[in-house]
């Protein structure tokens, strides 16, 4: 039967493996991306193939930070949520940094769609996320002052 503990096990199993990707990217990023190159028949803005793996590791590893930063607040979210530790000022603190992260994703994406067009669907994809994120956060915060006010309550 599929309950809360599972839930929250799958989703510490997915941040693990999105930080080992993360890892894995740190050292693969070259030959991943001429590999890339090699398939790839969109437009490069008029770049040569060297300029072109430049700007694409230039966008991967500046992308790896907030990534980093990101995947790293959600695995203490999700530690403390696993402490029934829920409506706490870390947490909105925590979600607050994700919506910047994405935000930050976003801009990079947006930049990189000077030499490479598709990565506009990236970029609207993590706006949106940087959206969904901070209504979450708003409704946490919310709640801390709830919470709050009920605790000093008698």
């Given amino acids: 039967m599929w309950n809360k503990d599972k839930s929250l096990l799958l989703s510490r199993i997915a941040v693990g493996i999105f930080m080992a990707i993360g890892v894995f990217w740190v050292v693969a990023a070259p030959t991943l991306t001429k590999i890339f190159l090699d398939f790839s028949r969109a437009s490069m803005a008029g770049l040569t193939r060297q300029q ?3 700007c694409f590791l230039s966008t991967q590893y500046l ?3 907030p990534a980093g930063i ?3 607040n959600l695995h203490r979210l999700l530690q403390r949520i696993g402490k029934s530790e829920v409506f706490v000022r870390e947490n909105e603190r925590a979600l607050r940094r994700i919506s910047w992260c994405c935000m930050v994703e976003a801009v990079i994406c947006i930049l990189s769609c000077l030499y490479y067009l598709p990565f506009l669907f990236v970029s609207v ?3 949106f996320m940087a959206l969904i994120v901070r209504v979450i956060k708003n409704v946490f915060t919310e709640a801390i002052a709830l919470k709050d006010e009920n605790d000093f309550t008698i």
Avoid: V
Wanted: avoid cysteine; aromatic fraction near 8%.
């Fill in 52 to 54: 072109a793996i430049l």
């Fill in 125 to 127: 994809a993590a706006g």
């Fill in 70 to 72: 990101l995947l790293w």
């Fill in 63 to 65: 992308s790896l930070i």
